[in-house]
């Protein structure tokens, strides 16, 4: 089993790193300008920006449910659309903001741009993002924006004025207006010019160019010193980076208007071309509300990474409650909305590690393993070989993550109740643990996955428990073993006593592990989820399959043993794990015998109805 285990995770890692697939595929992701879906083929090169931090404060969560949404679109891309991704990301390091910032701290704007800016990226890789193939910083590309203004001018589109230089909104007429925000403003707004002393013709137009002011940062061009307006910096550096065209611009939604409405009339204005596609497909990132507001560093309601990572959130767990919602939702920032993602995460863990477990045990138990399949096993394979189909379509339509993870989920369930099974195939085990493990792997998921494919977060302390563990289990296993064989006798009775003591022990559930007894005589140590407590919480007291101790997750044999309104209330069971004598030693009466065996029944449907269903 090891020897294949092994192979089975090599494949996974080669699956991990492939980004083209040989199955037909085309990668789909809605339009926001069109609401059309627009497909990108298998092999083809992806030019891809998307409009990074203004850099002058943390990161907050806001940006991180941006950066991570586009980490797992471009992922899909990738693995799944056999897509090349050439990924930009923007740096605004010249901004109002920013000198604003650097005014209040006593630090120079250029320094704390890129103190800011090392912060940001450590932020997103803490996420669990991938490093963007580009990072286009506005003050490196100074010289290409000037460029670009000048174009712009040149064709009639832009006018100086008093040191700066505004784009003439009005020259594009009903055409300016791509995203909805922007339609029907042209009339109201043409007929109002908000600051007059502004030298704006219009109150749609917007600066391509600032004039100098003292004490700030500035750059030398035709129309004296200044320095970049916000808009034209993402047309000129994209230009720089991919040519005149783009595949696919992303950012968060209020990007939209005006900041990439006024990115189209750049491009336009610059080509003389106002009917022009610049881009073919927009993406755009929804909200994300704190008590009902929009987060933003404008209102002072935002959470940083730091503070949500530090506050018992996992990057994963965040990277799930993320995946629970279409990018392009708007999402409530809430703790009991993390700790949903918290709780199914640690669900899909304990699968992976009960089938990590599972296929890992003494050499001598694996020797007894079946190697036909049978109807759990057949089923378990289809299972498989459903679930990555439809994982993969779901993340070709759309990046609907949604559905590839109730998929993921639903298939760890089935994976989990397998390995706690008494007999297993260790094939179609390894097959569907990789499964789950490769799709999480792909999404971003690196520490669930790594339950299955990789080293724990502390290998020399979790194998060492494991292995002292498995030593122990083994000697209860072979002393309880030759207790069943033996006659009656007081000594019989209190071997296995014993051993249901050492089945129930508190220690073993602070140490994250359950022991299931199974028909067969063997023991099997299973790993349980974490607790769903605080770290100031006292440890549980009796072991338990998952963070809520659901009884549906009990196998029927274990039934009477670990429920928690049965557990001590018993000491003796039969073959099928029915209980055959009290707390005391005393045989059961026929009446309750016959009640446990209905309830023992009604719950063996029950399992055998999810495992269907899985």
């Known amino acids: 089993v090891g020897s294949r285990r092994q192979a089975a995770r090599s494949a996974v890692r080669r699956r991990v790193t492939t980004t083209t697939s040989s199955e037909d595929a085309s990668f789909a992701i809605r339009d926001s300008a069109s609401g059309a879906r627009v497909s990108q083929a298998a092999g083809k090169r992806l030019r891809w920006y998307a409009c990074g931090p203004t850099v002058y404060d943390a990161a907050h969560v806001g940006h991180a449910r941006t950066y991570v949404t586009l980490d797992m679109l471009v992922r899909s891309a990738r693995r799944y659309g056999g897509c090349e991704v050439e990924y930009a990301m923007g740096v605004t390091d010249i901004d109002d903001k920013i000198i604003a910032r650097a005014a209040e701290l006593g630090v120079a704007p250029d320094a704390l741009a890129r103190d800011e800016e090392a912060a940001f990226f450590e932020a997103m890789a803490r996420l669990g993002c991938e490093a963007p193939s580009r990072v286009l910083r ?3 590309h100074v010289e290409e924006i000037v460029d670009f203004v000048r174009e712009i001018e ?3 589109f832009a006018y100086a004025s008093g040191g700066s230089v505004w784009f003439d909104v009005g020259k594009l007429g009903a055409l300016y207006g791509t995203f909805a925000e922007g339609r029907g403003t042209s009339a109201a707004a043409a007929e109002r010019v908000d600051d007059p ?5 219009d109150a749609r137009d917007f600066a391509l160019w600032k004039g100098a002011k003292a004490g700030e940062p500035s750059w030398e061009s035709p129309w004296g010193a200044g320095r970049p307006g916000w808009h034209i910096e993402c047309s000129a550096m994209t230009r720089a980076a991919f040519g005149e065209t783009l595949d696919l611009h992303a950012g968060g939604v209020d990007l939209a208007f005006p900041h990439h409405e006024n990115e189209i009339a750049q491009w336009r204005g610059s080509r003389d071309d106002p009917t022009g596609t ?7 990132t929804g909200h994300v509300h704190i008590e009902g507001r929009k987060m933003s560093k404008s209102l002072k309601n935002f959470v940083t990474v730091d503070q949500m990572l530090d506050d018992e959130t996992t990057p994963d767990d965040f990277r799930l409650f993320c995946a629970l919602h279409r990018y392009r939702s708007t999402v409530t920032f809430a703790k009991d909305k993390l700790d ?3 709780r199914l995460r640690l669900e899909i863990e304990a699968a992976l590690l009960a089938a990590r477990d599972a296929a890992r045990r003494p050499s001598d138990a694996r020797k007894r393993l079946p190697r036909k399949f049978g109807p759990a096993e057949d089923e378990l394979a289809d299972a498989a070989r459903q679930a990555r189909a439809e994982i993969r379509a779901a993340l070709l339509d759309d990046l609907d993550t949604p559905t590839a993870v109730a998929l993921i989920a639903k298939l760890a369930t089935r994976l989990r109740q397998y390995a706690l099974s008494s007999t297993l195939a260790p ?4 097959d569907c643990a990789a499964t789950v493990a490769d799709a999480l792997d792909a999404l971003g998921f690196a520490d669930t996955a790594r339950a299955w494919t990789g080293a724990p977060a502390k290998p020399a302390q979790d194998d060492a428990v ?25 000594l019989r009775d209190a071997l296995l006593d014993l051993c249901d003591a050492a089945r129930d022990s508190p220690a073993l559930a602070r140490l994250g592990f359950v022991l299931v007894d199974q028909r067969d005589g063997q023991t099997l140590l299973a790993r349980a989820a974490a607790a769903d407590a605080d770290d100031q919480a006292p440890a549980p007291s009796t072991p338990r399959l998952d963070p809520s101790a659901a009884i549906r997750d009990i196998p029927p044999d274990q039934l009477f043993r670990l429920a928690d309104e049965y557990r001590g209330k018993f000491s003796a069971y039969d073959q099928d794990g029915l209980p055959i004598r009290d707390a005391d030693g005393n045989d059961l009466s026929k009446s309750m015998r016959k009640k ?3 309830r023992l029944d009604l719950h063996n449907s029950k399992w055998q109805a999810r495992a269907t269903a899985a």
């Open 466 to 490: 494991h292995l002292a563990l498995s030593a122990v289990v083994d000697l209860r296993t072979r002393v309880r073993a030759a207790a069943l064989a033996a006659p009656a006798s007081s």
């Open 340 to 342: 949903d993602a918290r």
């Open 197 to 201: 002393d502004s030298g704006k013709r």
């Open 278 to 284: 610049w881009c073919s497909c927009w993406v755009h």
């Open 138 to 140: 506005v003050s490196e």
């Open 427 to 430: 094939e179609p085990l390894v």
């Open 596 to 598: 446990l065996r209905k």
């Open 154 to 156: 040149a064709r009639g």
